[in-house]
Structure formats: C-alpha cells, structure tokens
C-alpha cells in the first residue's frame, strides 16, 4: 500500500532532510557517487515515507509494484531524454549481486571471470528476467538501480572502475530524471 500524503504528514525537519539531500545531489557536475549516494539516499526517505516499510527489500517491492509509479516511468518513456538515460543505462544490464556473486566464485570474482562468462551462472542479478534490447519496465528499472545502490554501498563499488563509474552514473542520472520530472515528491493521494 502506498500513500503519497504520507510523505507531507511527516515531521518538517524530516521532510526537509530528504529535500536538502536531493539539492546536495545537485550540486556537483558531472553526477558522481556523492551525488548518487545523495540522490538516493532522499529517494529512500520518500519512498520509506510513503511505503510505511521500514526494510529496503519491502519498500522496493512496494515502490515496483506500484501502478501510479510504473504508469509515470511508461509516460516518460515518450521523451527523448528519459528514454534516452534508460536505454543507455539498460544497456549495462543486468547488474550482478556482488556479493552473490562474491559467495558463489571468490572474493576476486571479477578479476577472474569477463562479463560474458558472468552471463552464464547462477549469479543474482537485476533486472532478473532481462532480454537485451526490450523496454524496461518500472519494476525492472528500479529493481536495477536498487542492486547497483547494494553494489555500491556492500560491494567495494570504485570510481576509477569503468563499469562501476558508468553504473553508478546512469543510476543517477536516471533517478534524478525520474524525480524532477514526475515531480513524485510533491504527489499526494487522490
């Protein structure tokens, strides 16, 4: 159940903090993990807010399923700019569970195994029934840009890492996207 109202019944200064963590996204150029960890970090609060969950694993399953959510993401699509975030960032997809990834073949996984070999295990991912080329739904964007929050803050995520860097970057800038532009954190119920 989500209530978007919920997020302006909360205290102020809570509110504020979530807000005051999104303008601190901002405010570096080109998006970073700072400005990602940010970004998210604000995101979580709404989404907490409005879910009443209080474990991101239930607060991400609520926010996915959520048809007011998938039907904003499916409007946006229709613009060049947010089409053009998610397809750059669903080109990397899916984004492997580092630490399932590190359980099943070794703390140095990655040194080890390319991509390709990668594809082929039992290694979690998301989005987790990915077909590359197709339009990512709600559920799977966000299920992705949550695995690549895990990564980053569970996985040793590095900024001179290329993929790592253009992972963390096409989160952010989708996110920040989707959050401006749905103007979610001013919604309130019907």
């Known amino acids: 159940m989500v209530s978007f109202s919920n997020f302006h019944r909360l205290d102020h200064a809570a509110r504020q ?20 960890t940010y970004r998210w970090m604000a995101f979580n609060g709404w989404m907490s807010a409005v879910t009443l969950q ?10 996915a399923g959520n048809e007011k959510l998938g039907e904003t993401h499916d409007a946006l699509l229709a613009s060049e700019p947010y089409r053009e975030r998610v397809t750059e ?3 990397l997809w899916p984004v492997f569970n580092v630490r399932d ?10 040194a080890h195994h390319d991509r390709h070999a990668l594809l082929a295990t039992d290694i979690r991912r998301q989005p987790e029934e990915w077909e590359p080329g197709a339009s990512p739904s709600w559920d799977q964007l ?20 290329a993929r790592d860097h253009d992972l963390i970057r096409s989160s952010d800038r989708v996110l920040g996207f ?7 954190f001013a919604w309130h119920d019907q």
């Open 17 to 36: 903090v979530a807000i005051e963590l999104l303008a601190n996204a901002d405010q570096g150029a080109p998006p970073s993990f700072m400005s990602f």
């Open 54 to 63: 209080n474990q991101d694993w239930k607060i991400i399953n609520v926010i």
């Open 89 to 91: 960032f669903a080109a």
């Open 101 to 110: 990834a590190r359980k099943k073949l070794g703390y140095d996984v990655f």
């Open 142 to 161: 966000i299920r992705a840009i949550y695995q690549v929050r895990c990564n980053m803050f569970h996985g040793e995520k590095s900024p001179q890492n």
């Open 178 to 184: 989707f959050i401006v532009q749905s103007g979610c």
